[in-house]
């Protein structure tokens, strides 16, 4: 079952700049890996900005909760090339509080966009409770 769906965009250029100004932001918004591809070499700004899309429509997909690390989402590559995600921390635990058990993610970059679409389903009967919630409470 469906539990969420996030869709983003990020202008290229735009995305480009703000790393140039900030030579810190990589490191607050990426995983290592990601920022580079197998070979070795450093990726490129319209895959990064794809990146950075894709833990946007993640956050969307679940609810846009904050608290919710950049770090805590990595979006990996497959053999293939087909993108998926990779959770742990904030991110894996608002996923386990909806039932979230699989991610499908799709990234694109184009006439200076980058754009990104996430999926997240499972059962939201099988949701884990929040920590600090109540037995009246309501979850989110």
Same mark, same amino acid.
Not at 43 to 49: D, K, P
Not at 100 to 109: A, C, F, G, Q, R
């Given at each position: ?20 100004r900030t030579p810190t932001m990589a490191d607050r918004l990426f995983v290592g890996r ?12 319209? $895959? %990064? ?7 946007? +429509?993640?956050?969307? &997909?679940? !609810?846009? @909760? =904050?608290?919710? /690390? ?35 993610? $799709? %990234? ?7 754009? +990104?679409?996430?999926? &997240?389903? !499972?059962? @939201? =009967?099988?949701? /884990? ?8 409470d309501a979850a989110g």
């Amino acid at each position: 079952m469906i539990i969420g769906v996030g869709i983003d965009v990020a202008e290229i250029d735009r995305f480009a700049a703000a790393l140039e100004r900030t030579p810190t932001m990589a490191d607050r918004l990426f995983v290592g890996r990601e920022l580079w591809l197998p070979g070795g070499q450093r990726r490129g700004t319209a $895959s %990064l900005a794809a990146r950075f899309a894709a833990k946007e +429509a993640l956050a969307k &997909a679940l !609810g846009a @909760p =904050g608290g919710l /690390r950049w770090t805590d989402a990595e979006v990996c590559a497959a053999a293939t090339g087909q993108p998926y995600l990779r959770v742990c921390g904030t991110v894996a635990e608002r996923a386990a509080e909806l039932g979230v058990s699989s991610w499908h993610v $799709s %990234l694109s970059h184009d006439a200076g966009v980058a754009s +990104a679409v996430v999926v &997240a389903e !499972g059962d @939201p =009967g099988a949701a /884990r409770p929040r920590h600090d919630q109540g037995p009246g409470d309501a979850a989110g």
